[in-house]
């Protein structure tokens, strides 16, 4: 699975949608990412890839303070799935590849 | 004094050595006036300003007015919409976070359920307040240390999402905690919890209990008591310290 690139993503939160862009990088064999939203940009913790499934975490401060956790699968430009903040019930994510870029 | 002394007279005595250091410092005009501000935005819980206002203007009558009990605004004198029923209250003067004595912000009411895409949910309304001018006013009021932040009902939640509670202990309405917790704070399950400069109160209900903790943690038990026989409500539960 190719992660690495810039992926427009979707969170439907309990304060409404988001609208995020991840860039995930190849960093000497390390993989790293960032998410920018509205006012900031933050860096991705605990990336772990299995098969077609990413987990990470991250901390926001805008649109609120909220620790999250994210676990979506990638097929193709595509990804789904959920993050969660805490006992919170889930938020639906979805995201596809920025095109641009040959891969 | 005799704190080991069970008796009766002790309570008289420890009433006779509570501190009264705001009403006597608000004897002297000009000269460490306090004051109670409640900040209104808009679609605020109108019970959870109006509950502490009314306290905390009854503490301020039995302390002859070194309390100054005011409706504020992070935008200034203005009329402000309730989220209930379009409930409309005056703000009278602009948030002041250098005025020295309580800051209280209340919770939003509103729609639980719905598409927060479409509907100005109560958490919405939260975390819109966050992106007002009263963020920065808020933060530098928690900054300021001779003023106690007091929150009642969703107030702590709509500080939290701005960032402004980070690993704090606090409380919120039941139906807010999760997400209290999710912004780092330490969610505490009582009616009112005390963490020093800032006092959170539960549900809208709590704000009677809040104010009148206010009153005893400034004035003494004498003034909270009197308050409480004016109202004739008793407050429940322990505050957490």
């Keep these: 699975m190719d992660l690495i690139g810039d992926w427009d993503v979707v969170i439907k939160t309990p304060i409404g949608s988001l609208q995020i862009l991840y860039t995930f990088t190849d960093d000497s064999g390390a993989l790293t990412g960032t998410a920018t939203g509205k006012g900031e940009t933050v860096p991705l913790h605990d990336i772990s890839v299995a098969a077609q499934r990413v987990t990470w975490r991250q901390s926001v401060t805008k649109p609120m303070r909220l620790n999250l956790d994210f676990d979506v699968e990638v097929h193709g430009d595509r990804l789904t799935g959920h993050s969660k903040a805490g006992r919170l019930p889930r938020s639906a994510v979805t995201g596809v590849r920025r095109q641009g870029r040959i891969s | ?241």
């Design chain 2, 1 to 241: 004094m005799h704190d080991a002394d069970p008796t009766p007279a002790l309570a008289i005595s420890r009433r006779d050595v509570t501190i009264w250091p705001l009403a006597v410092v608000g004897r002297f005009p000009d000269d460490g006036l306090v004051y109670a501000q409640i900040v209104l935005f808009d679609g605020f819980d109108p019970l959870d300003v109006i509950a502490p206002f009314e306290v905390l203007a009854a503490g301020s009558d039995t302390v002859e007015g070194a309390l100054t009990v005011e409706l504020v605004s992070a935008q200034g004198p203005r009329p402000v919409v309730s989220g209930t029923r379009d409930l409309v209250l005056h703000a009278t003067a602009m948030l002041d976070p250098s005025k020295p004595g309580y800051v209280l912000v209340p919770g939003a009411s509103g729609p639980i359920e719905g598409d927060p895409d479409e509907v100005d949910t109560i958490p919405v309304l939260l975390a819109r307040f966050g992106e007002t001018a009263a963020a920065p006013l808020m933060r530098e009021a928690m900054a300021n240390p001779d003023v106690t932040v007091a929150t009642v009902c969703g107030g702590s939640l709509a500080l939290a999402m701005a960032g402004l509670l980070e690993g704090r202990n606090a409380v919120t309405h039941v139906l807010g905690l999760d997400v209290l917790e999710a912004t780092g704070v330490n969610v505490v399950r009582a009616r009112v919890v005390d963490d020093g400069d800032l006092v959170t109160g539960g549900g809208v209900s709590s704000g009677l209990d809040v104010a009148l903790h206010l009153l005893e943690r400034s004035y003494g038990p004498r003034v909270a008591i009197a308050v409480e026989e004016l109202f004739e409500y008793e407050r429940r539960g322990t505050v957490w310290t």
